[in-house]
């Protein structure tokens, strides 16, 4: 299966910590992007790293992408009771030119404790 | 700026009943993709249409169809419902202009087969 598979699959911690969550896949990439999903309603972007990236950042997020070892991290740093939600890796692949793939993982349950 | 719509937001059915789920794309984007997320699972890629055509497909059975319409607003068919196909469809929307890389999703489609 290509499927990533996030570690850990719940997280629990006081607002003002920080939040690390880990993603590993099985197969060459294109991209890895994160997503955040509030009470199983829809998708949202929060950053995407590319195949060539070690590293990048967006406000309170910092994504980490090491190929060699096939996985990626997400912090979330100064958690607040906002940031409580599911965080989904996603990899990206090429089957054919012209279209993306992506294939996600299970998730991180976040929950921010006031 | 309008984003992803879905319609409809919730749908009831019975099993051997057929369904369609509809999706209009964020404004100046060109493809679509659907997804099943299954309750507790990440969302599993189940095609990609751009240019009026399937252009990739995910592991799911012929019982599960597609279009899209000129306007790049697109649909989904599902034929014969079984128990098993009760989850949130997520349809997500990206651009040629954006190599098709980073994906916006909707609200999606609850749906309850019985």
């Known amino acids: 299966s290509q499927q990533g598979e996030e570690d850990p699959q719940a997280l629990s911690i006081q607002e003002g910590e920080n939040a690390t969550m880990n993603c590993s896949y099985k197969?060459?990439?294109?991209?890895l992007q994160w997503y955040r999903q509030n009470s199983g309603r829809g998708l949202v972007h929060l950053i995407l790293?590319?195949?060539?990236?070690r590293e990048k950042h967006s406000g309170r997020l910092r994504v980490t992408l090491d190929t060699s070892k096939k996985s990626s991290s997400l912090l979330i740093t100064a958690s607040r009771a906002a940031d409580t939600a599911s965080y989904f890796c996603?990899?990206?692949?090429?089957?054919?030119?012209?279209?993306?793939?992506?294939?996600f993982g299970q998730g991180t349950r976040l929950t921010i404790n006031p | 700026d309008a984003g992803v719509t879905q319609s409809p937001t919730h749908l009831i059915k019975t099993r051997g009943q057929q369904v369609t789920l509809r999706c209009s794309p964020k404004?100046?984007?060109?493809?679509v993709s659907w997804y099943q997320q299954a309750l507790g699972q990440g969302p599993q890629f189940i095609f990609q249409?751009?240019?009026?055509?399937?252009?990739q497909r995910g592991n799911f059975p012929d019982r599960f169809s597609g279009h899209q319409f000129p306007n790049y607003s697109s649909e989904l068919n599902v034929n014969a419902l079984l128990l098993g196909d009760s989850a949130l469809y997520l349809c997500?929307?990206?651009?040629?202009?954006?190599?098709?890389?980073?994906?916006?999703f909707g609200p999606g489609t609850r749906l309850l087969v019985l």
């Open positions: 790293i590319r195949s060539n990236e």
């Open positions: 404004s100046g984007h060109d493809t």
């Open positions: 249409y751009y240019e009026e055509e399937e252009r």
């Open positions: 997500a929307s990206s651009s040629k202009k954006g190599m098709r890389e980073t994906q916006y």
């Open positions: 197969t060459s990439i294109n991209n």
């Open positions: 996603a990899t990206a692949y090429r089957p054919i030119q012209g279209a993306q793939k992506l294939v």
